[in-house]
């Protein structure tokens, strides 16, 4: 298990992120499970003008699993991206059960190793909103390459400066 610290540097003061990377065959039973999900959710993806398929899931306080994956438009950007297609669905049809724990995962069509799937900067700020709404923040697990995963105990350590979020 490595752990890592990053740390940005401005002028007035200083943002540090924790993360940890971890063998996907070091996961616990329920992470390993979720990013499993999200690795089945990569196949109903709708990418035929990038070629790379993004699968998302959500494990919600009841045990519900809720996945989704990229939808693209040929009117660009009309598509949306995995996490917000899983989060949205989790928020308007169970909006009273918090989410525990998203998993995302990505793969160029052709291939069969992940790419680093870091979210966008809309998919963040969304995340950033469910977090805010649900009162408390959800753990986030992104799969590499040679099968290690980025394990973030809270969504929002990836968008320090947030649109109006307190958490």
């Known amino acids: 298990m490595l752990s890592i610290e990053y740390v ?21 039973k329920e992470e390993a499970a979720l990013v499993k999900s999200a690795l089945q959710a990569r ?3 709708h990418a035929p003008y ?18 989704g994956s990229n ?10 991206c995995a996490e917000r297609v899983c989060l949205y669905h989790a928020s308007s049809n169970y909006p009273d059960t918090p989410i525990e724990m998203l998993a995302v995962v990505a793969f160029p069509a052709k291939s069969e190793v992940a790419e680093p799937a870091h979210p966008c900067g809309g998919c963040r700020q969304v995340m950033m909103e469910m977090q805010h709404k649900q009162r408390r923040p959800f753990k986030l697990l992104l799969l590499y390459p040679n099968d290690e995963v980025l394990v973030l105990e809270k969504a929002s350590d990836l968008m320090p400066f947030p649109f109006e979020s307190e958490i």
Do not use: C, H, W
Not at 12 to 27: A, M, Q, S
């Open 71 to 80: 939808q693209e438009n040929r009117s660009f950007p009309a598509g949306l």
């Open 50 to 67: 990038s070629n790379f398929q993004v699968g998302a899931a959500a494990l919600l306080a009841d045990g519900t699993v809720v996945a």
């Open 8 to 28: 940005y540097m401005s002028r007035t003061g200083k943002v540090e992120i924790d993360y940890t990377i971890v063998p996907l065959n070091e996961l616990g």
């Open 43 to 45: 196949f109903t993806a």
